[in-house]
């Protein structure tokens, strides 16, 4: 679209998934952007992701869906196990007919691997990348807005994008809540394949659902590696936070599971542990000259593995919102944040309840496992159009 209106310049705080898509998405509308992010390099904490066929939808509005494709691994399958007896509970193909009825694949990836796929794009636009840059103040007026980091630096532009996680700086000014600590702790750790299990190297992201805990695997790299995550519910209070975690914790929280399942707690040598938050959904995102994106908008729990999809489509719908209106920036975060915040409080609803029913116990294991047992393929679809069924032509709520 032409415009006579002068281009605007950004500031995105936050060089994740979310930040790089949204500087790829402004760039490609030729807005001048400088990203701004804490770590002293650049590169994606964490270990693997599930991308359904929403996130490949994204990707390719964005330009980078190939050389995502090429670094995935493309599965045949989800599965559920029930982690007390082993029985399956369900499975569901993602194979031909999932493609086809979707336009796309279900694939896993490392995030390594995802977020450089995204910033060798990012890098051709030249956008301007800022390193170790912990933000301490942000400031907007009638001219523009203001970020101080910690180092005294001034960063000054037209618009401000909250890219920064769920404990976004940016988000404290615009809606000052608090996060939502889950008491669910994460562990995630990156196997070599001759270190799974033989009978475990499936080709398929595997739910292992237990009492108050679950456990998934998948491969990565070509199969050279596996993903393992773990989750369960505390018996500490627990704070948001990501550190080094012990075998002994998590061997601690898995004494109700089958011999199989637990095979997998030994492969790992060493462990990350996430004490997981989420946020409740809000009403409102932006204030002003700025606005939020990502983990910072709508922060949510791991049990859709949706996280990263929906940062790609918020910064795919950013950038349609902002080529709508004209580059009037206000009027583009409005529509933006019109077209996203009920489906993504959906998804962060939604992921609540999965979570629930992944660690169901006793009687209501048992009528979880009744009720997903035996769905067909088109049942599985049909209850995932709302989400899979995502694509930009149709992501602005006009």
């Not at 919102?321 to 489906?343: G, P, T, V």
């Not at 899979?388 to 709520?397: E, F, M, N, V």
Request: charged fraction near 25%.
């Amino acid at each position: 679209m032409k415009t006579d209106r002068k281009l605007p310049s950004v500031l995105i705080a936050g060089a994740g998934i979310g930040g790089m898509a949204a500087a790829l998405a402004l760039s490609r509308l030729g807005i001048a952007v400088t990203v701004l992010e804490q770590a002293t390099q650049l590169g994606e904490i964490g270990a693997g992701l599930q991308l359904g066929p929403n996130a490949f939808a994204a990707l390719d509005a964005l330009g980078v869906g190939e050389a995502v494709r090429n670094r995935a691994v493309f599965t045949e399958r989800l599965v559920m196990m029930d982690a007390v007896d082993c029985q399956e509970v369900g499975t569901f193909e993602v194979g031909e007919p999932f493609r086809q009825r979707f336009n796309n694949p279900y694939a896993v990836i490392h995030r390594a691997d995802i977020h450089t796929a995204i910033l060798e794009q990012v890098r051709h636009d030249h956008i301007e990348l800022v390193t170790n840059c912990h933000i301490d103040q942000v400031a907007q007026d009638d001219q523009g807005v203001t970020i101080t980091d910690r180092q005294g630096r001034v960063f000054k532009a037209d618009y401000l994008i909250g890219c920064d996680g769920v404990k976004s700086v940016v988000r404290d000014h615009i809606v000052g809540d608090a996060v939502r600590v889950s008491g669910h702790v994460v562990y995630r750790a990156v196997i070599p394949a001759d270190v799974m299990p033989e009978q475990l190297r499936w080709n398929a992201p595997v739910v292992w659902a237990g009492p108050n805990c679950h456990l998934v695997h998948y491969p990565l790299r070509s199969g050279d590696q596996y993903n393992l995550v773990v989750t369960f519910h505390s018996r500490d209070a627990e704070v948001w936070d990501v550190r080094d975690g012990s075998k002994e914790e998590v061997l601690s929280y898995f004494t109700g599971i089958a011999p199989l399942p637990r095979k997998l707690l030994e492969a790992p040598q060493t462990w990350r542990r996430w004490s997981t938050a989420d946020r409740n959904p809000v009403e409102n995102w932006t204030k002003g000259r700025m606005t939020l994106l990502g983990d910072a908008a709508h922060p949510m729990l791991q049990y859709l593995a949706q996280g990263a999809c929906m940062a790609l489509e918020d910064a795919v719908t950013l950038g349609e919102a902002i080529r709508h209106c004209d580059f009037d920036m206000e009027a583009a975060f409005a529509l933006y944040q019109k077209s996203r915040i009920a489906r993504t409080a959906r998804v962060v609803l939604s992921a609540r309840e999965m979570g629930r029913l992944y660690h169901a116990a006793g009687v209501e294991r048992l009528v979880r496992n009744d009720l997903w047992r035996g769905r067909s393929a088109d049942g599985f679809y049909n209850a995932l159009e709302w989400l899979y069924g995502w694509t930009k032509d149709r992501c602005l709520a006009i």
